[in-house]
């Protein structure tokens, strides 16, 4: 047969699949891949959450699965299957799904391709159990797809379903949704007993990665006995929000920005985190770790990274992070007196409780609920350009936001003139705005502060809402892109600049300022920031734009 024939013949193949599934003959999405010596069917996925009756599973993990599966983004013979030591049947673990997931007319059909089995996450026995499981399903949706395809009469399937089915490629994809403390004999048993045997498997991990350098370093050298670096994808959910996202887009894209993008222009960074809730009862968890190792040290030290690094040389997974661990190499060893900690205690009206007022809280608990930190990057873009860091928990608001300060003009034409600033807002109200000075209408010569704005809901058809970042972050995992994910020397450069800080404040015994619950945050953090120049306007409110 000619190279003609073959392409003609692979055309028609792929049409008659497209009628297939339009009429709904075929529930499940497969590929067509053209060979000059053969057709096979490409793959079958298989997503697999260990902790699925965990809250994690049920919170962020199920419902951005859902997500994924509705849009069409997973494959519709995709199988997900739970793993947890909760003794629960499989028809139990649909109502369990039913629970925590919105109602849909996909909803069944998901239901549908989920399975569940129980066992425990120490030995070998569960996971042995799980994978038999697993291959009894990579079997039973190979040979779907070979029966709907011999009943169409199409040669693609070879000589039966079962030899269609012994080519069918099984990827597997491991999502720990369970405590790090048990990352490692979880990782050894899936590698011993759990690996896909033709294809790939890729192992979704989730922070906190260690408590500091050491311990990091032994979980990455663990996990490393059992998988590949680029076997490996740990998630820092905040690296899959829209507006972080667009961060490399909004500065590589737009060449207004670079000539800017340095000392000689931006005064000072500050990258704000604030939570106006505490920890309701999960205390005694937060409390090993408190607010630096459990977001300044990731999310915060991520986006600062995303905003500071060199140009990559391409958008690459392994150029963006070689810039991003260039960039952190750069910053210098953090000083106790650049540094505020604080810890929550009731509010004015003692409706809110303080910190130590959770039961599930150590008594005497030094642990900060409040930081902020000023840390310095020394190279030739940044040498002298403070970049502050702040986060808090049971703050006066909840959001989270990039502002990006410009010197003064260097000519005072005007009095009171208040700074330019770039601020992109992360959440709620996604929006990138641009703070200027300008003449107010009239015949009066007076200033005021206004905004370029660029509000997303206002200005984008965004049907449905932004997507949630597990949702990004959980696709990317089965295309195999590592551009959103931490690498382990990221992850170690990290904690290198953490760990001395965290070591001080613990053998020192630093105790945190207290702050009212609902406020700004210790006063002293609001000092350190005007030592480093940062201007904060009080007359100027910014409001998103509505829309139209």
């Given at each position: 047969?000619?190279?003609?024939?073959?392409?003609?013949?692979?055309?028609?193949?792929?049409?008659?699949?497209?009628?297939?599934?339009?009429?709904?003959?075929?529930?499940?999405?497969?590929?067509?891949?053209?060979?000059?010596?053969?057709?096979?069917?490409?793959?079958?996925?298989?997503?697999?959450?260990?902790?699925?009756?965990?809250?994690?599973?049920?919170?962020?993990?199920?419902?951005?699965?859902?997500?994924?599966?509705?849009?069409?983004?997973?494959?519709?013979?995709?199988?997900?299957?739970?793993?947890?030591?909760?003794?629960?049947?499989?028809?139990?673990?649909?109502?369990?799904?039913?629970?925590?997931?919105?109602?849909?007319?996909?909803?069944?059909?998901?239901?549908?391709?989920?399975?569940?089995?129980?066992?425990?996450?120490?030995?070998?026995?569960?996971?042995?159990?799980?994978?038999?499981?697993?291959?009894?399903?990579?079997?039973?949706?190979?040979?779907?797809?070979?029966?709907?395809?011999?009943?169409?009469?199409?040669?693609?399937?070879?000589?039966?379903?079962?030899?269609?089915?012994?080519?069918?490629?099984?990827?597997?994809?491991?999502?720990?949704?369970?405590?790090?403390?048990?990352?490692?004999?979880?990782?050894?048993?899936?590698?011993?007993?759990?690996?896909?045997?033709?294809?790939?498997?890729?192992?979704?991990?989730?922070?906190?990665?260690?408590?500091?350098?050491?311990?990091?370093?032994q979980l990455s050298r663990q996990?490393?006995?059992?998988?590949?670096?680029?076997?490996?994808?740990?998630?820092?959910?905040?690296?899959?929000?829209?507006?972080?996202?667009?961060?490399?887009?909004?500065?590589?894209?737009?060449?207004?920005?670079?000539?800017?993008?340095?000392?000689?222009?931006?005064?000072?960074?500050?990258?704000?985190?604030?939570?106006?809730?505490?920890?309701?009862?999960?205390?005694?968890?937060?409390?090993?770790?408190?607010?630096?190792?459990?977001?300044?040290?990731?999310?915060?030290?991520?986006?600062?990274?995303?905003?500071?690094?060199?140009?990559?040389?391409?958008?690459?997974?392994?150029?963006?992070?070689?810039?991003?661990?260039?960039?952190?190499?750069?910053?210098?060893?953090?000083?106790?007196?650049?540094?505020?900690?604080?810890?929550?205690?009731?509010?004015?009206?003692?409706?809110?409780?303080?910190?130590?007022?959770?039961?599930?809280?150590?008594?005497?608990?030094?642990?900060?609920?409040?930081?902020?930190?000023?840390?310095?990057?020394?190279?030739?873009?940044?040498?002298?350009?403070?970049?502050?860091?702040?986060?808090?928990?049971?703050?006066?608001?909840?959001?989270?936001?990039?502002?990006?300060?410009?010197?003064?003009?260097?000519?005072?034409?005007?009095?009171?003139?208040?700074?330019?600033?770039?601020?992109?807002?992360?959440?709620?109200?996604?929006?990138?705005?641009?703070?200027?000075?300008?003449?107010?209408?009239?015949?009066?010569?007076?200033l005021e502060q206004t905004e370029?704005?660029?509000?997303?809901?206002?200005?984008?058809?965004?049907?449905?809402?932004?997507?949630?970042?597990?949702?990004?972050?959980?696709?990317?995992?089965?295309?195999?892109?590592?551009?959103?994910?931490?690498?382990?020397?990221?992850?170690?450069?990290?904690?290198?600049?953490?760990?001395?800080?965290?070591?001080?404040?613990?053998?020192?015994?630093?105790?945190?300022?207290?702050?009212?619950?609902?406020?700004?945050?210790?006063?002293?953090?609001?000092?350190?920031?005007?030592?480093?120049?940062y201007s904060r306007n009080l007359?100027?409110?910014?409001?998103?734009?509505?829309?139209?």
């Amino acid at each position: 047969m000619s190279l003609d024939s073959l392409q003609a013949e692979n055309q028609r193949l792929k049409n008659e699949i497209a009628f297939l599934k339009k009429s709904n003959e075929i529930l499940i999405e497969h590929e067509l891949i053209a060979d000059l010596q053969d057709w096979d069917i490409k793959e079958v996925l298989s997503i697999i959450v260990i902790g699925a009756s965990g809250d994690l599973a049920k919170k962020k993990t199920f419902p951005a699965l859902f997500a994924l599966f509705r849009l069409g983004f997973i494959p519709h013979n995709v199988i997900i299957c739970g793993y947890a030591r909760t003794k629960m049947t499989t028809l139990e673990f649909h109502s369990f799904l039913r629970s925590c997931l919105k109602k849909d007319e996909k909803l069944e059909e998901f239901i549908l391709r989920c399975e569940y089995v129980s066992g425990q996450y120490e030995g070998t026995q569960g996971f042995t159990d799980l994978s038999i499981r697993l291959k009894q399903l990579e079997t039973e949706s190979a040979l779907s797809i070979g029966q709907h395809i011999n009943t169409s009469n199409s040669p693609a399937l070879g000589s039966s379903p079962n030899t269609f089915a012994s080519r069918v490629i099984n990827n597997r994809v491991f999502y720990f949704a369970i405590p790090p403390s048990i990352f490692i004999p979880v990782a050894c048993a899936i590698n011993n007993c759990a690996r896909s045997q033709n294809g790939w498997t890729r192992v979704v991990v989730e922070k906190p990665f260690g408590r500091d350098l050491e311990s990091a370093q032994q979980l990455s050298r663990q996990l490393a006995t059992s998988f590949r670096e680029e076997e490996l994808f740990r998630i820092d959910h905040y690296l899959g929000k829209e507006m972080v996202q667009n961060l490399m887009v909004f500065r590589f894209s737009n060449s207004i920005f670079e000539p800017l993008w340095n000392r000689h222009h931006v005064k000072c960074v500050l990258i704000t985190f604030k939570e106006d809730i505490g920890t309701d009862g999960r205390g005694g968890y937060f409390d090993n770790y408190g607010i630096i190792r459990d977001v300044m040290q990731n999310h915060i030290l991520q986006i600062m990274a995303l905003v500071a690094m060199e140009p990559p040389i391409s958008s690459a997974a392994r150029d963006v992070r070689d810039e991003k661990v260039k960039l952190l190499r750069s910053v210098a060893q953090l000083k106790l007196e650049d540094v505020v900690v604080g810890q929550y205690g009731p509010s004015k009206d003692q409706t809110k409780k303080g910190y130590l007022d959770d039961p599930t809280v150590p008594r005497g608990s030094i642990t900060p609920t409040f930081a902020t930190a000023v840390l310095h990057v020394n190279n030739a873009r940044w040498a002298g350009t403070p970049f502050i860091l702040k986060c808090g928990k049971a703050l006066n608001e909840r959001k989270a936001e990039v502002r990006i300060q410009f010197h003064a003009p260097a000519t005072q034409l005007f009095t009171n003139q208040p700074q330019n600033e770039l601020v992109i807002r992360v959440q709620p109200n996604e929006a990138i705005y641009w703070k200027f000075v300008s003449k107010k209408p009239g015949l009066s010569c007076d200033l005021e502060q206004t905004e370029l704005d660029l509000t997303y809901h206002s200005r984008f058809e965004i049907k449905g809402g932004l997507p949630d970042a597990y949702e990004r972050l959980i696709l990317d995992v089965t295309r195999g892109d590592h551009n959103l994910f931490v690498r382990d020397d990221e992850l170690e450069v990290a904690w290198q600049i953490f760990t001395p800080l965290l070591k001080q404040l613990e053998q020192k015994r630093i105790q945190p300022i207290i702050y009212e619950f609902g406020g700004r945050g210790p006063s002293e953090s609001d000092l350190l920031l005007q030592k480093y120049n940062y201007s904060r306007n009080l007359d100027y409110f910014w409001k998103p734009t509505p829309k139209l």
